[in-house]
């Protein structure tokens, strides 16, 4: 997001935090501003895993008793979860799977 003081003497919060983040962690040469490789890194993480936190996301949201697991009843209480998932290939994964 861009910001325009448009007369406000005083920063906003997220401004200021967007720019310790800025300094701290995604200009890591220190050039004051990113190059294509910073970009990269801040836009794809190189040590976060998207299908592992799609799948944590899913048991989050659907496991209703909190037991780690999930049982045929608590995937079909949230089946629009599912279907809108990357992790099951938005629903396809759904109808190729016994398992499931």
Known sequence: D???????ADEPEWVKTEREQFVEFRDKNRDGKMDKEETKDWILHSDYDHA???ARHLVYESD???DGKLSKEEIVEKYD????SQATDFGEALVRHDEF
């Open 52 to 54: 592992e936190a799609e």
């Open 81 to 84: 979860l599912f279907v809108g």
């Open 64 to 66: 209703q008793n909190k």
């Open 2 to 8: 861009m910001y325009s003081h448009d007369g406000d």
